[in-house]
């Protein structure tokens, strides 16, 4: 049965199949003009508002109607949910622009679920235990950063992979830390300050990577420095600052094995690391980073599946997997509007 709704915006998370909507607001998250088998042209988009995202298409489109919608802009559209292969889609009967001023696209961005502020204490925190002298000075010179600060705070930790929403960035660091916290005791040999410092730092360079206004995308200077070397210039820079204001010079040996953990923390060169891990450091770093993203994506998968009477997701490339979605032990909430 068909529901109509002429509210301005109703979440994407409560949309369900057979639902029509009329002028619903939604943020143009992706968008691609593709061709049928019978020449006609079609526009594949995902419209995403702060509670999801979803695929949607327009048949018998055009490029001037394609060239009309604002890849991270706001768009009222017209049309209805399908069910396709167990998941939902829009079909896009329709869509015009938006008022200036009558929303705001920020508004429309996923965001993280916990207080932002509370995270990055916390990881201010876990960092005031790092013991060694210079690693404390150095990382004082990012932590006290206004600027970087709030960046560090609402810039996303990806565009799509993992942690892909206001806050990822600094709920990941948190993670990674805390995992750091639990893992390092059990390796005393390993130096829990770098391992720390490294993994404050891994990211960081995503303030200056990602643009996250309106849309997450990659900024010029994100594609053409990224966030690996961005991060490296930045701690180059900052020992050289230091060396200035104190008179003596940075230890070498702990600038430049902080420098191997940032450079090394993809793990592979496929994944754009430009050094594998050589210290016991640089892979507590990689695998702890790599736990939190791959435990994310999991979540993240399931929480996008619509498929209720489906007990996997579809394929996520980067698991190389379906995840599993029933709860064998009972220990997660339910989903969002369900009792």
């Given amino acids: 049965m068909s529901t109509g709704t002429t509210s301005d915006h109703r979440p994407i998370a409560e949309l369900q199949a057979g639902e029509r909507l009329e002028d619903q607001i939604y943020r143009v998250a992706q968008k691609d ?31 001037t109607l394609y060239d009309s919608m604002p890849e991270g802009g706001l768009l ?5 949910v399908e069910n396709y292969k167990g998941a939902r889609q829009f079909i896009i009967d329709g869509m015009r622009t938006v008022e200036p001023g009558r929303a705001n696209p920020a508004d429309f961005l996923p965001a993280t679920r916990h207080d932002r502020a509370a995270l990055w204490n916390e990881i201010k ?18 932590v006290n950063d206004a600027e970087f600060a709030t960046q560090f705070q609402r810039a996303p930790a990806a565009v799509q992979m993992h942690h892909a929403y206001i806050g990822g960035l600094v709920e990941h660091t948190r993670n990674v830390l805390r995992l750091a916290d639990a893992i390092c005791p059990l390796y005393p040999l390993v130096s829990r300050d770098l391992v720390l410092a490294a993994l404050f730092l891994h990211d960081a360079g995503k303030v200056r990577e ?61 994944f754009g690391s430009p050094r ?9 770093v990689h695998y702890l980073d790599n736990l939190d993203a791959k435990v994310a994506m999991c979540f993240e998968a399931i929480a996008a599946d619509n498929d209720a009477a489906g007990d996997w997701t579809g394929y996520v490339k980067a698991l190389e997997s379906k995840v599993f979605k029933p709860d064998v032990m009972g220990i997660r909430p339910p989903p969002a509007g369900t009792a």
């Fill in 33 to 63: 003009l593709r061709t049928t088998a019978n020449g006609s042209l079609y526009i594949h988009a995902v419209i995403a508002d702060a509670t999801g995202q979803m695929l949607a298409r327009m048949w018998n489109a055009s490029q």
């Fill in 76 to 80: 009222y559209f017209r049309g209805r």
């Fill in 125 to 142: 925190e876990i960092l005031r235990t790092v013991a060694n002298r210079d690693l404390l000075v150095l990382l004082g010179r990012f």
């Fill in 210 to 270: 990602l643009r996250y206004e309106t849309n997450f995308e990659y900024t010029n200077e994100g594609q053409l420095v990224g966030h690996i070397v961005q991060c490296v210039l930045w701690i180059h820079d900052h020992c050289r600052a230091i060396e200035s204001e104190t008179g003596r010079p940075f230890p070498a040996e702990i600038e430049t094995a902080l420098k191997h953990l940032i450079l090394a923390h993809h793990g592979k060169y496929e």
């Fill in 276 to 284: 594998l891990p050589a210290l016991p450091e640089a892979f507590i």
